[in-house]
Structure formats: structure tokens, C-alpha cells
């Protein structure tokens, strides 16, 4: 884990192997370090988190699976989430929309907890910024 200085806007990373098992410890770092929220809205946004985390770490592990990705939190106002992964990248405006039982409605998902969620993608890689909810469990 980095922190301070240097770090740009965020508090601290976490850089965590390309693993789905590093999903839960990044969760529970990130609910001990962000402000508490209800149930329903706890629920939502770390699913939204882990789908987004499971995307990277999939793209990752195809890129380079020796790589990481990194977990920044931004701890100022408005508080984020940001997750970035070095893989191929892709175009957010051209994901097709699941149908049936195919995988691939995790990105649907996030964008419907957090529709002001941001994707930034190039042929280095991808990072998705999740915008904390506020104490009523909205997005900020």
C-alpha cells in the first residue's frame, strides 16, 4: 500500500497481484478506510467495486499476469474509487449489452449502481473511477 505525496489525488493504492482472492482483502480495506454506509447502499457499491476489480484482474492476468492492478482511494472530497489495470484496454462506448446467460453484465451492473462512473481506456490499460454515495446512498 502507497500513500501521501506524489500519489496525486489519491490518500493511498493498494497494488494487489492479479488474483480474484485479492478482491476480498481490497474490500475489506476499503470499508475499514471510507466513511460507513446503510446496508442496501453498502451492498450495491461493493458489488459494483468487485465487479470492476474482477474485470481488471481478468484483463490483467491477460495482459501480464505478473503485473498488478491498483486500488486508489481518494479520501477528499468528493471520495472515489479508482481501479486501473494494464491490460489491452478496450472502448467503453462500444461494450454490447449481455443477453442471456453469457457473462459480461458486470460492467452493466457498475454503470447501474454508479452512472457517474468514469472509464478511462487506451491500448495501456483501463481505469474505472467510481464515485463514493453519500451517507444516503446515492452516488456523490
Known amino acids: 500500500m502507497t500513500s501521501g505525496a506524489g500519489a496525486g489525488p489519491f490518500t493511498y493504492t493498494l497494488r494487489l497481484q492479479p488474483d480474484l482472492a485479492a478482491i476480498a482483502y481490497a474490500r475489506l480495506v476499503l470499508r475499514r478506510s471510507l466513511p460507513e454506509l446503510d446496508e442496501t447502499a453498502d451492498a450495491l457499491f461493493f458489488g459494483a467495486v ?32 479508482s481501479i486501473t489495470d494494464h491490460g489491452t484496454g478496450f472502448d467503453p462506448a462500444a461494450v454490447p449489452l ?43
Do not use: K, W
Not at 443477453?99 to 481506456?121: H, K, N, W, Y
Not at 483501463?126 to 453519500?134: A, F, G, S
Open 50 to 81: 468487485t465487479e470492476i476489480m474482477s474485470n481488471a484482474i481478468n484483463a490483467q492476468v491477460a495482459a501480464d499476469p505478473l503485473g498488478s492492478i491498483a486500488v486508489g482511494v481518494c479520501t477528499t472530497d468528493p471520495l472515489s474509487i
Open 98 to 140: 449481455p443477453t442471456g446467460d453469457e457473462s459480461g453484465f458486470g460492467l452493466q451492473i457498475a454503470r447501474s449502481v454508479c452512472p457517474d462512473m468514469t472509464i478511462s481506456s487506451s491500448g495501456s490499460g483501463t481505469t474505472v473511477t467510481l464515485p463514493y454515495p453519500n451517507h444516503r446512498g446515492h452516488a456523490a
